[in-house]
């Protein structure tokens, strides 16, 4: 059994933001992190290690200095792991990343016993698609939300967790899961010994030479000419202007409330 | 010359102070308040490997060896000294061992102290033994019909020493023969007639617990004598050569930290209308604490990679720690002061570095004591 994990190296945004002329994050420039709903979706799959001894593979697609990001994936305690990366997918949006991933994986098998986690969404782009996109394309049952995951055999029962309550749901692998973080997801450190065995683990670079004959992979479909979503302008939101305080608790001030809001259209 | 790290020891730095950011920070100043010692941050250090930095994997380390240590070590000393202290300290036991110990010990102690989860201790000073080792009193008499040493004396200030599972003790097996009449000793809690004494109340590393050891009739096999016979103050002196360098690391650690506090109070802290960063004073006094601590930070390194490459470190040992620790207390001294009364307060971190900082200047040998191995080893060359 096999449980891959995407991964998405993201700017650290307790620093610096720098934007590009074209609109275009310019993330050189960013101090960078592992995407944290990733790290949950990690420990997730660590801990169905820890209880069945499967095999774990860290997959991300970004450039080459990602490898530092999936060398302490392997410190944690993943068995493997995998780098998409090419300047053919540079500019991907989630459409073409998720084609290319879905390639990837395709290119690297993926049997009946086997699982694709996600994190729900990425802190950078935040549309939380690249997920459900990888699941479409490779035709599999998806589950979003993860807070808990058990596999027994073939199935998998997993606990979504919902605005107002939880939701437990059986599946037939293989199938991919999003996962979500909350107050009780603690992903593992690294250990020394995992740090040790780090740079000897499998290591596999996966550029546009090796996925070229995949099915999924198709020019126009794959780097920034593939990608349907353009990027006009970006720009920091203007602040909004500070709130109207109204105090008392007398009649009076509920109708000056009521006036003002119908001033504004808002009933 | 290359003076970066490897890129292991990059991760082991990162995953260090995510654990001492994460696990040793948010305890520091409560366990300084209690004066407790955190079993639970100890069971965790052991789950991560870091009790087992510079034992071979064989014996269930995690490999390395001094760098890797001061890596550790003064990470942890950024947020807590006592965490620092305490691993720097747990660490002498199984790196004596493996040094000195037979294949059969380093079997049987080893695993225990790495992946085992007991806490290692060194117990060399008594009431009359400080500074001056020899003046040891505790005595190992044989028993030969029993093949064991009967040990009988009182250890003082012993770090970790009622708590800790395996022990590296000092005896005098031939008490007229002074110094060669030293032999170290493998003891284990729970050994019939192995008690503790009193816990000290101390000024700062209060999370480290430090014990007075009381042995009567303690009965111990012969086998479990590390090193040869009248032989154990070769082995304490070397021990302690190698362990200055981790009480350097402290040193650094606690500088490195009070440095980034400093910088950041005087970015924040208004008087006479601007920050105080922007006063030359304190400027000026950022730049000494920044370079004496880059000085002595480059000095422990140079220790620490001549012990790594097998090369005689005695010296150096010796001058990094007296001047990383001398440094520590300058540098905290000054982050507390550009913090004025704030730096003063127990809710500020600084009141308690400054505490804490102290010991480094006193245990695994005074500057004084290091003052006296230097001068002999350059004077005498
Ligand atoms: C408005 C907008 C602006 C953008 N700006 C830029 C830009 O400036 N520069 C730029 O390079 N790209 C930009 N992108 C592209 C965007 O960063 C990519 O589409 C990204 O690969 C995935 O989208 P996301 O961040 O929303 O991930 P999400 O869909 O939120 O991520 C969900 C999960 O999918 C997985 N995942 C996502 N990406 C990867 C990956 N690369 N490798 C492995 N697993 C992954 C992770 O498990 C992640 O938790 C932009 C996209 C949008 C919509
Ligand atoms: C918190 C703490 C933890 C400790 N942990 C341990 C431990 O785990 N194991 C262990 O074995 N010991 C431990 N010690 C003991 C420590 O190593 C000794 O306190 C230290 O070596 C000094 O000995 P002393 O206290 O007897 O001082 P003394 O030797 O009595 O020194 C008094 C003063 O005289 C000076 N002096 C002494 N000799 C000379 C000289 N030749 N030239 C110039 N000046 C000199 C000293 O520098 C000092 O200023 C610990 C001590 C403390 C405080």
Not at chain 2, 203 to 216: D, K, P, Q, W, Y
Not at chain 2, 235 to 253: D, H, S
């Amino acid at each position: 059994m096999r449980i891959y994990v995407c991964v998405k190296q993201v700017p650290d945004t307790s620093g610096v933001v720098a934007v590009n002329e074209d609109g275009t994050l310019n993330r050189a420039s960013m101090q960078t992190i592992i995407n944290p709903d990733d790290l949950v979706a990690m420990e997730q799959a660590l801990m169905i290690k820890d209880a069945t001894g499967c095999q774990v593979t860290a997959v991300t697609m970004g450039p080459p200095p990602a490898e530092g990001m999936l060398r302490e994936l392997l410190a944690m305690g993943a068995d493997d792991a995998i780098l998409i990366s090419a300047r053919e997918f540079g500019g991907s949006d989630t459409f073409a990343t998720s084609q290319i991933i879905a390639a990837a994986i395709t290119y690297t098998g993926l049997n009946d016993e086997d699982m694709i986690f996600c994190g729900r969404q990425a802190i950078d782009g935040d549309t939380a698609q690249v997920g459900p996109q990888i699941a479409e394309k490779l035709n599999l049952p998806q589950i979003s939300y993860a807070a808990e995951i058990k596999k027994e055999g073939n199935e998998v029962t997993v606990k979504r967790m919902l605005e107002d309550g939880y939701m437990m749901i059986k599946q037939q692998t293989p199938c991919l899961v999003t996962c979500i973080s909350d107050q009780d997801s603690h992903p593992r450190m690294m250990s020394i010994a995992g740090i040790n065995a780090a740079y000897k683990k499998p290591y596999t670079v996966l550029d546009f030479e090796t996925l070229k004959d995949e099915p999924l992979i198709e020019l126009d479909k794959i780097g920034l000419k593939g990608s349907p979503t353009n990027i006009f302008v970006s720009f920091t939101p203007p602040l909004k202007g500070i709130g109207v305080m109204l105090e008392g608790n007398d009649k009076k001030t509920t109708d000056k409330l009521a006036s003002m809001l119908l001033e504004k259209h808002v009933i | 010359m290359d003076f970066s790290l490897t890129k292991e020891q990059a991760m082991l730095k990162k995953l260090a102070a995510q654990f001492a950011e994460e696990e040793l920070e948010p305890v520091a100043a409560e366990i300084d308040e209690t004066h407790e010692f955190p079993v639970e941050n100890f069971a965790k250090m052991v789950k991560l490997g870091f009790t087992g930095i510079g034992v071979k994997e064989e014996y269930g380390g995690t490999g390395g060896g001094m760098l890797e240590k001061v890596i550790a070590v003064s990470e942890f000393a950024k947020k807590c000294m006592a965490s620092a202290a305490t691993l720097s300290i747990h660490l002498i036991a199984p790196h004596t061992i493996q040094d000195f110990g037979t294949e059969e010990q380093k079997q049987k102690y080893l695993p225990r102290l790495t992946k085992g989860g007991e806490l290692g201790a060194f117990a060399l000073t008594e009431p009359n033994a400080g500074s001056d080792a020899a003046g040891v009193k505790t005595v190992a008499v044989y028993d030969e019909a029993t093949d064991e040493y009967v040990i009988n004396g009182t250890k003082c200030f012993i770090s970790g020493g009622a708590r800790a599972g395996v022990l590296v003790i000092f005896a005098m097996t031939e008490p007229k023969m002074g110094t060669r009449g030293m032999s170290a000793f493998i003891i284990e809690a729970g050994m019939p007639g192995f008690t503790y004494g009193k816990i000290e109340n101390k000024m700062g590393i209060r999370g480290s617990e430090t014990a007075e050891l009381v042995f009567e009739d303690l009965r111990v096999p012969a086998s479990n004598m590390l090193g040869k016979k009248n032989g154990g103050f070769k082995i304490a002196m070397k021990a302690l050569n190698a362990a200055r360098i981790g009480v350097a690391a402290q040193a650094q650690g606690v500088a490195d930290e009070a440095i980034a506090l400093a910088v950041q109070y005087a970015g924040e802290r208004v008087q006479f209308g601007k920050p105080i960063a922007a006063l030359q004073g304190i400027q000026w006094y950022i730049a000494d604490m920044a370079t004496k601590t880059e000085a002595a930070r480059n000095l422990t390194y140079y220790a620490a990679w001549l012990a790594d490459s097998g090369k005689d470190f005695m010296c150096e040992a010796a001058m990094c720690k007296y001047n990383a620790a001398e440094n520590a207390r300058f540098v905290v001294n000054l982050a507390l002061q550009i913090h004025g009364g704030y730096g003063y307060m127990h809710d500020y971190p600084l009141e308690r570095m400054y505490r804490d900082a102290k010991i480094t200047e006193i245990y695994e040998g005074t500057a004084e004591v290091h003052k006296v191995v230097i001068s002999r080893a350059v004077m005498n060359k």
